[in-house]
């Protein structure tokens, strides 16, 4: 995963892109940045380009994202690999995790039920 700001940023507006769920709670779409970096400051940046860049729309405590049908294709995009690994969402000890290819990195290791929590498969 990129460590630098600029990649951080445009991983996790990467991950904005393909959410699946149309509308989202604020506080939904910040768990997920969380994924990438824990920076406020940073959150505040990406949140501010996903809106500049036509990704979402932010009203009332919500975010509509507007991605025109991305959305990460399991079969291709996730990557499956075993190992000793610690999930980016809860923190859990995996022995399999689950890593999403994107154009701007690689996000992850996620189990397998919070890599659905990611993408928005579910809430």
Do not use: N, W, Y
């Not at 860049?53 to 990460?72: C, P």
């Not at 290819?101 to 928005?120: H, M, N, R, W, Y």
Request: glycine residues 10%; hydrophobic residues 35%; negative net charge.
């Amino acid at each position: 995963m990129p460590q630098h700001r600029e990649g951080k940023r445009e991983l996790a507006l990467d991950l904005i892109e393909h959410l699946e769920a149309d509308d989202l709670p604020l506080a939904a779409v910040i768990d997920r940045i969380e994924t990438v970096t824990t920076s406020p400051a940073l959150t505040r940046e990406i949140l501010d380009t996903a809106d500049k860049r036509g990704l979402i729309d932010r009203e009332e405590g919500r975010v509509r994202v507007r991605r025109g049908g991305a959305f990460v294709r399991f079969e291709s995009q996730v990557v499956v690999r075993d190992g000793d690994f610690e999930c980016r969402r809860c923190g859990a000890g995996l022995s399999t995790g689950h890593f999403i290819e994107f154009d701007a990195g690689e996000l992850g290791p996620f189990g397998s039920e919070c890599i659905k929590k990611v993408v928005g498969r579910e809430e």
